[in-house]
């Protein structure tokens, strides 16, 4: 595989060519990755290591999080795991009001025990944090629905026998309480990192290093304090954000080394998110098309490792699937000609559109995300007689669910949304009336609201970046 060059078009000019440059500066200068700090992961960091510089600038800003009805994090079950860790760390440090507050919101959410969204190791987190607060309060808080803590006790069972620790288990080492300290066949890697995680960091130190860590004290002093759930994620952002550009026909010179810098960690498994995490399917495809898009030599074969027979799983031995992994996949075979699995995996995409005609993944907390993935996938590359009815389906839903501003969202009109419903009405070429969308997309923009999943939700600002800049260039070009 070689990364060789880069496009030098001029297609991106004026203000929204300077913000293209600017965004690809800042993948170069911020190599770990630009992502909102993490409710879950700082508190885990609070209540693991108090050692670490810091841990004042961390429990404020929890407190300052808290919201007024005493829980952490995005609206319904996307509250439970933030506010479970926060609840949990402000009682290790000493309880007060907010513990108290927090306790309270707790028992009213998680009464009736109902089903919580499916993010990574969520089956494990809920069920250790729920122990260690009935081991500080005496409060046993009922478990969500389908979450039981039997994994969490197959896997204890499992290391005592002696076995190490999977592969996939390292981002959340933290959940093995004091068996993650020094856990045989963990190593750092990277910058230091035990699944580019702090807080599985923290719990495989077990106890304040001879010397400061570096990468702990480098993670948290990026965020003057708390810290995000995932980092470095350097190949994750940085080929969605090369693949976006080139995708929407965006002229830009990549700064050195950032194309290469794709296949660093390249191996027989494809490539990770970053380092200390497994190589999985998502990022290896993404990779693998943003260098075709780029001009670069690549073999998709490598995502065979990743081929159940039906459909590509994220890694394996995955529980379930990932309807964005698969249009990734599609994205990847269909750009190097692939036709035979790219019908396949198009027919399956088509199977598992919802009835309304969006898309739903566990990925992403929106609809709109994981519907333009499969749209932007299936309308370039997808075969079968069931595709252009299914992209239609989604492009009316799209259509359907515009706020009176202009404006795309779930929870609130968002920028990311919105570049993702603009994405897919475009590329549908649903002849809708755009002019609100762009006038939404080139207004003042609020944070960006987290809705990635991970062991809670986060924004990944470069990306969201890429998302509206690239929707915002494809609405100009339409117009010129």
């Known amino acids: 595989m070689t990364a060789e060059r880069t496009i030098t078009s001029s297609a991106a000019g004026g203000d929204l060519g300077r913000q293209v440059d600017t965004l690809l500066a800042g993948l170069a200068a911020e190599p770990w990755g630009q992502v909102t700090a993490s409710v879950y992961e700082t508190a885990r960091l609070a209540a693991l290591a108090p050692w670490l510089p810091g841990h004042a600038e961390r429990l404020r800003w929890l407190l300052a999080g808290q919201r007024a009805d005493g829980g952490w994090g995005p609206p319904g079950g996307y509250a439970v795991v933030p506010t479970l860790s926060a609840t949990d760390a402000l009682l290790a440090a000493g309880g007060g009001r907010a513990a108290r507050r927090g306790l309270a919101f707790l028992g009213g959410l998680m009464h009736g025990a109902r089903p919580i969204p499916d993010t990574p190791a969520a089956d494990l987190i809920v069920p250790v944090l729920v122990e260690r607060i009935a081991e500080r309060t005496g409060t046993r808080l009922p478990l969500p629905s389908g979450i039981d803590g039997a994994r ?3 896997l204890r069972r499992r290391l005592a026998s002696g076995a190490t620790v999977p592969t996939k288990l390292l981002h959340a080492l933290e959940v093995l309480g004091d068996a993650a300290r020094g856990a045989p ?37 990026r965020h003057g304090g708390p810290v995000p759930v ?3 994620i350097t190949v994750f952002e940085r080929a969605w954000v090369l693949g976006g550009l080139a995708r929407a026909g965006v002229g830009f010179t990549a700064p050195p080394g950032l194309v290469e810098s794709l296949t660093a960690g ?5 490539t990770a998110a970053g380092p200390g995490l497994p190589a999985d399917a998502d990022t290896t495809a993404v990779v693998l098309f943003a260098l075709a898009e780029l001009g670069h030599d690549a073999d998709p074969g490598v995502l065979q490792h990743y081929d159940t027979g039906e459909f590509f799983c994220t890694w394996p031995g995955e529980d379930g699937f990932s309807v964005t992994t698969n249009a990734h996949v599609l994205d990847a075979f269909g750009i190097f000609g692939h036709r035979g699995i790219a019908e396949r995996i198009s027919q399956w995409l088509c199977r598992r559109q919802e009835s309304d005609g969006c898309w739903r993944d566990r990925w992403h907390a929106s609809p709109y995300y994981a519907t333009a993935c499969c749209v932007l996938a299936l309308r370039r590359f997808g075969r079968g007689p069931a595709v252009s009815a299914a992209v239609s389906r989604a492009a009316r839903w799209v259509a359907a669910t515009q706020r009176p501003d202009g404006s795309w969202g779930r929870w609130q009109g968002t920028p990311e949304e919105t570049a993702y419903a603009v994405h897919v009405l475009l590329a549908a070429d ?3 009336d755009l002019d609100r969308a762009g006038h939404y997309l080139a207004g003042p923009h609020p944070p960006d609201l987290p809705m ?15 998302a509206v800049l690239t929707a915002r260039h494809l609405l100009e070009h339409r117009r010129n």
């Not at 495989?204 to 010397?211: C, K, R």
């Not at 390249?266 to 494809?270: D, H, N, Q």
């Not at 990635?452 to 890429?466: C, E, Q, S, T």
């Open 185 to 221: 066949g963990v190593r750092p890697a990277g910058p230091g990192t035990v699944g580019a995680s702090p807080a599985a960091t923290a719990a495989w130190l077990g106890e304040p290093p001879a010397a400061p860590d570096p990468y702990l004290a480098a993670a948290a002093r």
């Open 266 to 270: 390249w191996g027989p498994a494809g």
């Open 230 to 232: 995932a980092t470095p």
């Open 452 to 466: 990635w999943h991970d062991k809670d939700l986060y924004a990944p600002h470069a990306i969201v970046r890429g």
């Open 152 to 154: 969490l006790a197959a």
């Open 430 to 432: 649903a002849g809708t």
